[in-house]
């Protein structure tokens, strides 16, 4: 028989649950978002500092786009803001599937969306939110790149707008399209923005190279940007409306894996532990897929774990599309007049392309379990998963070598220079990888440093800057004209440290002997007198 | 007990102490584990079991005291160790693009093996994850990841086998199986040193028990 008090049942306002959420969350937090900013004044400070020097970059930046005064580098110009923002787009997309982009928590899958709830009611706001969030992050992008290229305010203006309307749009689509659990279209439009990004790329540097004429291409630059914040505002009014109706009807585990997947990304990004994002991105793709058709190994010994690696290109080739793709940019840059600051952009570029093939070296790394199942010392372990990366960076650099040379536009260098500085691009593009890949977390055992925001590991500091430090220690050399043994010589440097790590257990070891020999020798020298001398007694006055 | 005496020492730990700041959690600790002879830490949740079994793989630094597998002392980068002793602890990882196959395909192959094919294919039925073959680890259950996980000792040569709370996340059925291969795998010569908190497991394959008091 039915408990009584369960057959009363009355309406639910969702909204006043909103309201309850909103209180018992509040009523938890021991700190405004005010004072947290306060306590928080050195990350603010580090924001300030970290951007002033960006502002500043882009400055400079800006002024040499600005000086380019050649048929090719204003047809770079003109067009790098549609590369940028079709790129934009592709990656809004990326991310709305990734997540949802509607989500929910786990625990309000399971507490209120299993309940007679009216999930429109409660996840409006939610996407709206995300909406919101994709048009300022869209325009700050968009902005930024049309800065960048020398751009006056009013096209600065223009691309923001095109960036924010247009990410904001694609948002309202890909949730109109998750309310009717659809996958597809999202992913063909992501596919056809992201080869609009790269051909606008290519058109770039075959019209900077003067092998085609793009003067009435370039005529359209701003005209397009009105076209894409027309359609995405069309796309919010439309696909928001669409989007809005259908919230209702979203499966509850659409809207809570994504939730799931964003709150295991925020304990890693607060950690700032990049590398473990990644793995948590990995995971959550490899268990959508599930299944693979096995393939047995070839080679034996440390070659089988090269060949492993060659037999993933074949499984995922999306990555080698990927890196093929980004030759572009060497070219790109060179042809907007930046010849200097090639090598550190365009190894930027390959350190974000590479890591995808180091999955190997990412797993074997960051725990030692399966890296102790190994018959190998870790060194050649590291080693045997670099080949193939390695293999990989050096065609990339062989592609690269060219647009060093200046056949694309920009800067003319001889082909010795040029070949220096593809090298040395690409051997710090393939050293920032490894680095990224398989730096040790920041050690929470060690010593805690004191900051206004809490006391952190001091490792936590540096997580921001891995790969990107070894990216600046080889490059820079080359940026400032100095000979390139220097970056040669920093670049064997860096590759005997992250190949060997500094082996801690002999460090130990090493440390343990040392303090024994010392404790022998003292009772050595102890050793002589008879007895230990007496100590001598002090009456102190009270 | 004579005639184990007779082999050869396979694993020596000789005053192994290791303590977590102001807490010890073994100290003292001594033994021998032969040829053919398994060995099975017991003992409350908190003993010590685990980190014993740590540090005798090198996973962990013992603060004094020494491991020897073999007569070589014992570091957790060593490749004669590495190829000698044969791990599933806790700290398990698997490739997330790799399938369950693969994992022993690449295992086997790294240890030398040629044409693993027959080795890996028996394992793989032994652990009774045919049917998942091409599943990636993430979508395993516990309870295969843990066959997954025994299947890697398996695939590989070894003369020292250290295994921490096998028997977990194991049906009745795996349990007793585990046992069988256990047994057959001593009466191969092997050595092994386990934590249980499983009776049966531990009868089955006639292990000598070392009771762990804990941490002071």
Same mark, same amino acid.
């Given at each position: 028989m039915m408990d009584p008090r369960l057959t009363e049942v009355g309406v639910v306002d969702e909204k006043q649950l909103k309201l309850l959420m909103r209180d018992w969350r509040r009523g938890r937090a021991d700190r405004s978002l005010w004072q947290a900013l306060s306590d928080g004044y050195v990350m603010v400070f580090s924001i300030v500092v970290i951007g002033a020097m960006m502002v500043s970059s882009i400055l400079q930046a800006q002024q040499t786009a600005s000086i380019c005064e050649t048929a090719g580098c204003v047809a770079a110009r003109g067009l790098l803001p549609w590369a940028s923002v079709a790129g934009i787009l592709a990656f809004t997309l990326v991310v709305a599937r990734l997540f949802g982009p509607v989500v929910a928590s786990s625990a309000e899958g399971f507490w209120l969306m299993d309940g007679p709830t009216d999930r429109r009611r409660i996840l409006a706001g939610r996407l709206?939110?995300?909406?919101?969030?994709?048009?300022?992050?869209?325009?700050?992008?968009?902005?930024?790149?049309?800065?960048?290229?020398g751009s006056g305010a009013s096209e600065i203006g223009i691309w923001a707008l095109a960036g924010g309307l247009g990410a904001a749009g694609l948002i309202a689509f890909a949730a109109a399209e998750q309310g009717v659990d659809r996958h597809w279209i999202v992913t063909g439009v992501q596919w056809i923005i992201g080869a609009a990004a790269i051909a606008t790329m290519v058109l770039l540097v075959s019209g900077a190279a003067g092998w085609m004429d793009l003067g009435g291409l370039t005529l359209l630059a701003v005209e397009l940007a009105y076209i894409i914040a027309g359609v995405g505002l069309l796309l919010i009014v439309v696909a928001g409306m669409l989007a809005f109706h259908r919230l209702r009807n979203i499966r509850r585990q659409r809207l809570t894996s994504g939730g799931s997947l964003l709150s295991g990304l925020q304990g890693a990004a607060f950690a700032l532990e990049f590398a473990l994002i990644r793995d948590i991105l990995v995971e959550a793709k490899a268990k959508k897929r599930g299944h693979v058709r096995p393939t047995r190994g070839t080679g034996s010994g440390l070659g089988a774990l090269v060949m492993r690696d060659v037999q993933r290109l074949w499984r995922q080739p999306m990555p080698l599309i990927t890196l093929v793709a980004t030759i572009i940019v060497p070219y790109a840059v060179q042809a907007l007049g930046l010849a200097m600051l090639n090598p550190p952009i365009s190894a930027l570029v390959l350190l974000a392309a590479l890591v995808p093939f180091m999955n190997s070296l990412r797993v074997l790394t960051r725990t030692k379990g399966l890296q102790r199942c190994l018959p190998f010392d870790p060194g050649q372990i590291k080693q045997a998963a670099m080949i193939v990366p390695a293999v990989l960076a050096l065609l990339w650099t062989i592609g690269a070598f060219p647009a060093f040379?200046?056949?694309?536009?920009?800067?003319?260098?001889?082909p010795v220079t040029a070949a220096s500085s593809a090298l040395v691009t690409g051997i710090a593009g393939l050293l920032a990888a490894v680095r990224w890949v398989s730096a040790k977390p920041a050690d929470y055992s060690g010593p805690i440093v004191a900051t206004g925001i809490g006391a952190m590991p001091p490792g936590l500091m540096f997580s921001l800057l891995r790969g990107?430090?070894?990216?600046?220690?080889?490059?820079?050399?080359?940026?400032?004209?100095?000979?390139?043994?220097?970056?040669l010589i920093i670049a064997v440097i860096a590759f005997m440290i992250l190949r060997s790590g500094l082996d801690r257990d002999s460090m130990l070891e090493q440390q343990a002997k040392q303090k024994k020999q010392l404790e022998a020798e003292k009772a050595r020298r102890s050793g002589g007198a008879a007895a230990p001398a007496k100590k001598i007694q002090v009456q102190r006055k009270r | 007990m004579a005639d184990v005496a007779k082999k050869d020492v396979v694993l020596q730990v000789d005053n192994l102490k290791k303590a977590y700041g102001p807490v010890t959690i073994i100290e003292n600790f001594s033994m021998k584990?032969?040829?053919?002879?398994?060995?099975?830490?017991?003992?409350?949740?908190?003993?010590?079991?685990?980190?014993?079994l740590r540090c005798l793989v090198g996973a962990d630094r013992p603060d004094e005291g020494t491991v020897t597998v073999n007569g070589t002392k014992v570091t957790e980068t060593n490749p004669v160790i590495r190829r000698t002793v044969a791990t599933v602890i806790d700290d398990l990882d698997f490739f997330p693009d790799l399938s369950v196959v693969e994992h022993l395909d690449l295992l086997a192959r790294a240890h030398g093996l040629h044409n693993p094919d027959d080795l890996v294919d028996e394992v793989l039925e032994e652990v009774q994850l045919v049917p998942q073959?091409? #599943? /990636?680890?993430?979508?395993?259950?516990?309870? $295969? !990841?843990?066959?997954?996980?025994?299947a890697t000792?398996?695939?590989?040569?070894? #003369? /020292?086998?250290?295994?921490?709370?096998?028997? $977990? !996340?194991?049906?009745?059925?795996?349990?007793?199986?585990?046992?069988?291969?256990?047994?057959?795998?001593l009466a191969g010569g092997l050595a092994i040193v386990l934590a249980s908190h499983e009776p049966s497991l531990l009868q089955a394959i006639g292990a000598r028990e070392l009771r762990l008091s804990g941490a002071r």
């Open positions: 709206v939110g995300g909406i919101a969030a994709a048009a300022v992050l869209g325009a700050a992008a968009g902005a930024l790149i049309a800065s960048l290229t040379l200046g056949v694309a536009g920009g800067v003319a260098s001889d990107v430090d070894i990216v600046a220690l080889v490059t820079l050399p080359i940026v400032f004209n100095w000979p390139v043994w220097i970056s | 584990v032969h040829a053919g002879e398994a060995v099975a830490l017991t003992g409350r949740n908190g003993a010590g079991k685990s980190t014993v073959a091409g #599943q /990636l680890p993430s979508t395993l259950s516990s309870g $295969q !990841r843990r066959r997954l996980a025994l000792a398996f695939v590989r040569p070894r #003369q /020292l086998l250290v295994l921490d709370e096998p028997e $977990q !996340r194991l049906d009745v059925e795996g349990v007793a199986w585990l046992g069988e291969r256990l047994k057959a795998e």
